[in-house]
């Protein structure tokens, strides 16, 4: 299980908060608390990547603008 904080750019709202909820939901990340500006998820590495995590926040109109292992 890998967790790491993900800081994600244009979020400006609480729907901003739900949309990025939705998109990390879609990819089947375990866990995912998802503040406006950044977020801290726990996915399995071997099914998710940095790379669909960004392509996901990108089709949710954000950008993923870096991240950190927790």
């Known amino acids: 299980m890998k967790k790491l904080k993900i800081y ?3 979020m400006t709202c609480q729907h901003c908060v739900k949309r990025v909820s939705d ?3 879609s990819l ?3 866990k995912a608390d998802v503040e406006i ?3 801290t998820i726990e996915f399995d590495e071997n099914k998710i990547t940095i790379d ?3 392509k996901a926040l990108e089709g949710a109109g954000y950008r993923l603008k870096n991240w950190q292992d927790q």
């Open 28 to 30: 089947g990340v375990d």
């Open 23 to 25: 998109a990390l939901d």
């Open 8 to 10: 994600i750019e244009g």
């Open 37 to 39: 500006g950044e977020a």
């Open 52 to 54: 669909k995590i960004g």
